[in-house]
């Protein structure tokens, strides 16, 4: 069965979604109304708007399942197998800027920045009484202040530097040129201090899915530590974990599944309601054994495979992270780098496929990876007690002794090991392995241009000397469109 995702540019319509008022998914993913940018006037035209912003990250296909392609298809923790020749392009470091996959990030990340825009560019001329004595108007403004927050983050990991668009009309300037990463980078923080500035602890109304000050501070951590400032990523990573609003679920296995959804580990999941039509939300289904028998993305890595068990990593976290089944489907990329007739390691965190209907929320940051990367900013600072206490928190409850780890190098290569295998299909091993690399902790090149198969073979990967595809090319089509975008730098 192949499947191939050719995303076409979008104008923008918001999706009108139900809000509910109990503690549960508060999206209502078929669209019953349109509005129209600029034509807002009540306090729940805001509310609307806001929720389409919302719903257009589980409708769009980055966050189903290109994002899954580009930051973990890429690194040495997967194999992108699938039958689909533009991901392969990925797994083997020989894509170009006419990638179709690529495309289609770069085009929804800007479309979902888009709906954030609008909410920004239309709430703040509203006048309602409903929101007399109260501060809605302005947690509404941080809500969309996170979402384009959020977006450009993945645009500047991914991309480098591009265009800062912060209103629907932009001034009248339809071509506009790209920023600096610096620059970037300064937009997200400036979005994210807003919204940590006006947002709750807990979620407007108890409803799961809106922005929080908890996931405005993770992201500041998160942005802070890509920077490499990491005095500052200890701050906000700090104030996540001294919260009180969160905090480890004792069995891994009850993290995942449509049944442990919005856990007290979560800080923030995109909310995927349950009774779907098929393709209403298909991106699990292209991931994990299920009926439907077609080459499978993103197997595990026989390094992968191995790491588990080199740390005598067999317990609740491994079995939840990889499921090993039997396929019919041959092996495409690395070329039977498995062997397809045997069972293989497919990925296991979102096992309710459910036909191409899953129900399965989107998990995209935790606790784990806040305390994680609150350890890696204090080693990188010098202090390792503190690290170390972190680290051993997180293996004691994947069932595994303490670390043994005493040097700088020892604990951070450790901390770099657990958040490997802690983190595995939720997006952030590439962007670890790159602040490793500029850290002097590892050669990502060497990493990955040594990878070998399951049989002990070459996998032949490509990865250029000059680190030039730590970052992805600017897609060539955006390039035609508008003449004022440069390209990346190997491309």
Known sequence: MKIFFNIKSMAFVVLLALLGSCKSDFLDLKPVSSLVSGTLTTAQDAENELTGAYSRLATNGYFQYNRYYITEGINDNHYVNGD??????????????????????????????????????????????????????????????FLRALNYYELVTQFGGVPIITSISQGGNYYPTRNTEQEVYAQIIKDLVY????????????????????????????????????????????????????????????????????????IFEIQVPGGGTPYNFFGFDIFVDSDFKFPKRNIASKALVDAFA??????????????????????????????????????????????????????????????????????????????????NQIKKRAGLPNTTAKTKNEVALA???????????????????????????????????????????????????????????????????NKNLTQNTGY
């Open 310 to 391: 080199a740390a005598g990593d067999n317990g609740a976290r491994y079995k939840a992270t990889i499921n090993f089944a039997v396929t019919t489907a041959s092996f495409n990329m690395p070329a039977n780098a498995w062997d397809a007739s045997k069972a293989i390691p497919f990925m296991f965190k979102y096992p309710d496929p459910n036909g191409f209907a899953s129900d399965d929320n989107i998990v995209i940051v935790r606790l784990a990876d806040i305390m994680l990367l609150a350890a890696e900013a204090n080693v990188q600072l010098g202090n390792l007690d503190a690290a170390i206490n972190l680290l």
């Open 195 to 266: 919204a940590e500035s006006n947002l709750p602890l807990k979620p407007y109304n108890n409803q799961y899915g809106r922005a929080t000050k908890g996931v405005a501070q993770a992201y500041l951590a998160k942005t802070y530590a890509q920077m490499g400032d990491y005095a500052n990523s200890l701050v906000y990573a700090n104030k996540v974990i001294s919260s009180n609003t969160y905090s480890l679920v004792s069995d891994f296995g009850k993290l995942w599944s449509n049944k442990n959804k919005n856990t007290t580990e979560s």
């Open 84 to 145: 689909n020749p533009q991901e392969w392009l990925i797994e083997n470091f020989k894509f170009d800027a006419s990638n179709g996959v690529i495309q289609g990030c770069y085009t929804d990340l800007f479309s979902h920045i888009s709906a954030a825009n609008a909410v920004l560019s239309d709430v703040p001329s509203i006048v309602d009484s409903k929101w007399s004595g109260t501060t809605r108007k302005e947690q509404i403004l941080a809500e969309a202040s």
């Open 415 to 481: 901390v770099l090991n657990e958040r490997r295998l802690e983190l595995v299909f939720e997006c952030t091993r590439w962007n670890d392995l790159k602040r490793a690399d500029k850290n002097g902790i590892v050669n990502v090149v060497e990493i990955m241009n040594n990878q070998k198969d399951s049989f002990g073979k070459s996998l032949g990967y490509t990865m250029a000397a000059d680190k030039h595809q730590f970052i992805f090319p600017i897609p060539e089509q955006d390039r035609q469109l």
